[in-house]
């Protein structure tokens, strides 16, 4: 996987993180640059440890998945980005809560790393540095998550479904390039 094509997939996997933390900051009625981190420290870290995990579940499988590798990376990539258009189309309503217990922020980073998770099963099935590409994705997730927090009491009206919709574009994005790649120099 070249950098830009990793960056991509951290950006795109990292945008339902921010779209939640978004949510999270909104329902803040001022800024809190240590929830901001908070939040920034629990998605960052599921995020990493997603991908690895969903890279140990593909591997297990590669040998069976070989000639059929790039077709279930497309439906894997393809699959995430609709649900997060379709997600980002309906909306996602802003929690009620000022500031999460550490058992619900772990919970809702949990539901927005499964993507992740899938993303690392079609990783399993290309040659990538797997540390590599999980680090990335959980410096940007946390990165994302932190600014999102904090820009949330402001604009999470205007940007929260907007996010969820370009993170979706850019995994179907990545799917169809990875068909490309498989079809063209195969």
């Given at each position: ?80 980005g609709a649900k997060l ?26 539901a927005t790393s499964i ?72």
């Amino acid at each position: 996987m070249t950098f830009p094509a990793a960056i991509l997939l951290a950006l795109s996997l990292s945008m339902d993180s921010f779209a939640a933390a978004l949510s999270r900051g909104a329902a803040q009625a001022r800024l809190d640059l240590g929830e901001a981190l908070r939040v920034g420290v629990f998605f960052g870290a599921f995020q990493t440890v997603a991908p690895l995990a969903g890279w140990m579940l593909g591997m297990g499988f590669a040998g069976y998945l070989a000639a059929v590798d790039h077709w279930i990376a497309f439906a894997l990539l393809a699959g995430l980005g609709a649900k997060l258009i379709r997600d980002g189309l309906k909306g996602r309503p802003a929690e009620a809560a000022v500031r999460l217990p550490a058992a619900a922020l772990a919970g809702l980073a949990l539901a927005t790393s499964i993507d992740a998770t899938a993303a690392g099963v079609s990783l399993s099935l290309m040659s990538v540095d797997i540390l590599a590409v999980a680090g990335l994705v959980g410096a940007v997730t946390f990165a994302a998550a932190v600014g999102g927090a904090i820009i949330g009491p402001v604009a999470a009206p205007a940007l929260g479904r907007h996010a969820m919709m370009a993170g979706g574009l850019g995994l179907f994005g990545l799917g169809v390039k990875i068909l490309i790649d498989h079809n063209a120099f195969g």
